[in-house]
């Protein structure tokens, strides 16, 4: 049994800040992005945008007027990144 535990702060920070997460982030985004495509118009452009904060980040965005209306009809996002095994947060900034 477990009698106590540290948590090493510096090395979580390390791995979270990797290049190789980084890249796990932005191979799942570019799943979700196909998976998104694959259920749009042809030619509907969606949009991946790599960023980092205090890690790496990606986010998946139809760049087209009809995105948001796709997600609230069809869930076309929620239903992508369900097929993908990640779980759906939807954007603060919205």
């Known amino acids: ?50 960023y980092t904060t205090d890690r790496g980040a990606a986010s998946v965005t139809i760049a087209h007027a009809r995105g948001m209306g796709w997600q609230a009809r069809d869930g076309v996002f929620t239903r992508s990144v369900a097929e993908a095994g990640v779980e759906f947060r939807a954007w603060a900034g919205q």
């Open 1 to 50: 049994m477990l009698e106590s535990f540290t948590l090493d702060s510096r090395g979580v920070r390390a791995v979270l800040q990797s290049a190789e997460v980084h890249q796990m982030v932005n191979t799942a985004a570019e799943d979700i992005r196909a998976r998104v495509r694959a259920k749009l118009p042809s030619g509907t452009p969606v949009q991946l945008r790599s």
